[in-house]
């Protein structure tokens, strides 16, 4: 079966300190992967999405980035995070647009 | 651009009772994917319905059903026999083809079930 796993659950970070947060998907191949963040209360808002390894597509400007250096891996980065940085961040997954995504269970992320 | 509006920021519904959460989207797009999805206080986002556009019978999930009306963009959702476990944020959400595989989210609904 298919599962996909993100981590640290929760995150404490000073600005201007670096980001690294990773997420995997098992159980399948070239699957189409996802970040968002959701602020406290509110939607979710795409900040990347990859079709293959490598493929980054960008939606908001802004002060992260992500990579795809293996076909189910996926890292969201910053170099120096910002206060308005801070929010919960899904990864997700999808093989086919006629089904929904598979999210991971987040990273709540706090920046001090 | 596309989007997803979801009406009701809140709703409050008794257990046992029945409670429908709307959306209306908004796309030029024929074929397309309907969502529904379920976010209790974990914040793990739970797929808990689709509809495909093509298909004109609302799709259903044991307590949980769709009224789809194409022609309005209309995708509501019932939960009937409402349980404690069902309170958490809702969200509407789409895929078109040309939109490839991004799904389009709604802000959500936060229900309340009252004991």
């Known amino acids: 079966s298919q599962t996909i796993h993100q981590w640290p659950a929760t995150l404490v970070q000073p600005v201007g300190s670096p980001l690294s947060l990773e997420c995997t998907v098992e159980?399948?191949?070239?699957?189409?992967l996802y970040w968002y963040r959701q602020a406290a209360g509110r939607g979710l808002q795409l900040l990347f999405y990859?079709?293959?390894?490598?493929?980054i597509s960008s939606e908001v400007p802004q002060n992260l980035s992500a990579s795809r250096p293996q076909d189910r891996q996926f890292i969201l980065s910053s170099k120096k995070l910002l206060l308005s940085d801070s929010g919960f961040y899904l990864c997700?997954?999808?093989?086919?647009?006629?089904?929904?995504?598979?999210f991971g269970s987040g990273t709540r992320l706090t920046v001090v | 651009a596309q989007t997803v509006t979801q009406s009701q920021p809140e709703m409050s519904v008794q257990e046992a009772e029945t409670v429908t959460l709307s959306c209306t989207y908004d796309?030029?797009?024929?074929?397309?994917?309907l969502f529904w999805y379920k976010q209790p206080p974990s914040r793990q986002m739970i797929l808990v319905i689709r509809?495909?556009?093509?298909?004109?019978q609302n799709a259903t999930e044991n307590r949980f059903s769709v009224n789809f009306q194409k022609a309005a963009k209309s995708f509501s959702l019932k939960i009937s026999d409402s349980q404690l476990g069902d309170a958490a944020m809702y969200f509407c959400?789409?895929?078109?083809?040309?939109?490839?595989?991004?799904?389009?989210f709604g802000e959500g609904t936060q229900l309340t079930v009252n004991p």
């Open positions: 990859s079709v293959g390894i490598g493929q």
């Open positions: 159980g399948t191949s070239n699957p189409n």
């Open positions: 997700a997954w999808s093989v086919d647009r006629g089904y929904g995504y598979t």
């Open positions: 959400a789409y895929r078109t083809k040309t939109s490839g595989s991004r799904l389009t």
């Open positions: 509809q495909e556009a093509y298909k004109q």
């Open positions: 796309t030029s797009e024929s074929d397309y994917y």
